[in-house]
């Protein structure tokens, strides 16, 4: 496999206004059966992209394979790209606690809240209310839980990311064939979209208790609005990542990775709902509910004069 190059995109969506095209989404867009076979594709699915924070369902699942039992809440914490709400830092808080571990162990970079409400009541950046401290709370409990260094929990060869790494290849399918460092500091590793939709159908099947926590607290995997929390809501797991990485699984074991180029989500959450839909696997309630909270308006004079059409 090698990274992907413009010629791995396809159009995968145009945003009209008036009947005429104004923006273009490109990209890969992968839906893949509970087996791993690969049931539609768009663009080139085998080609390296970094999943972002669409890998910290299986990051969570590395930790709760090592023994990490956490309540619903905090265990959602661990998977969650959060917004610093005050449930938000309350859980985060209590998953370091819990294991008895000091905050100002925090290795990702201090940062404010991106929930309006909460960044209007902070005046000073930390760790805390970094969008994955949920996720380095996690690692720092299950390095405490089996006595693993806490300072260096963050270096690649430290065994918690030894045994995310080969989890992460595990269920993708794939080796691992480059790792970089996440905006969280974390390793990041580099895998095809068929792979990460391999990988999440995967967690699908195994990590029940994960996904039904996310199923019931829809609006800690990011915020209420958040496109990864409406299809939640619907009955779907699903996980955002940075740089127009997403993906959504049904609780069969189908699953869908889309990565769009321009780095923008705003196309993601219509072309997955497609692929489920052409393929039978979302109902007429699901597909009604998560277009009104996730449809894309364009607006003239405050008046919709177009809107997102789907290509694939």
Known sequence: MSATVPSDLVPLAVLERDGLAESFHHGIAVLVSPDGSVLEEHGNGKALIYPRSSLKPLQALTLYRLGLRLPSEQ????????HSTQDHITQVEAILSGAGVSQSFLGCPPALPWNPAMKAKVSTPASLYHNCSGKHAGFLATSALMGWDLESYLSPTHPLQLQIHALIEELSGE???KTAIDGCGAPLHAISSTGLARGISKFILEAKELVAAALRHPSLIGDVSTPDAAFLRAGFYSKLGAEGVF?????????????IADGSLRAAPAIAL??????????ADQIERISSETKV?????????????VLI
């Open 75 to 82: 265990a959602v914490l661990t998977m969650a790209s959060h």
């Open 175 to 177: 080796k691992v064939s």
């Open 247 to 259: 993906t959504v699984g049904a609780g069969s074991g189908h699953a869908v990775s889309i990565k």
């Open 274 to 283: 497609a692929l489920l839909a052409k393929h039978g696997l979302a109902s």
């Open 297 to 309: 308006e364009v607006l003239g004079g405050g008046v919709s004069v177009g809107g997102l059409k």
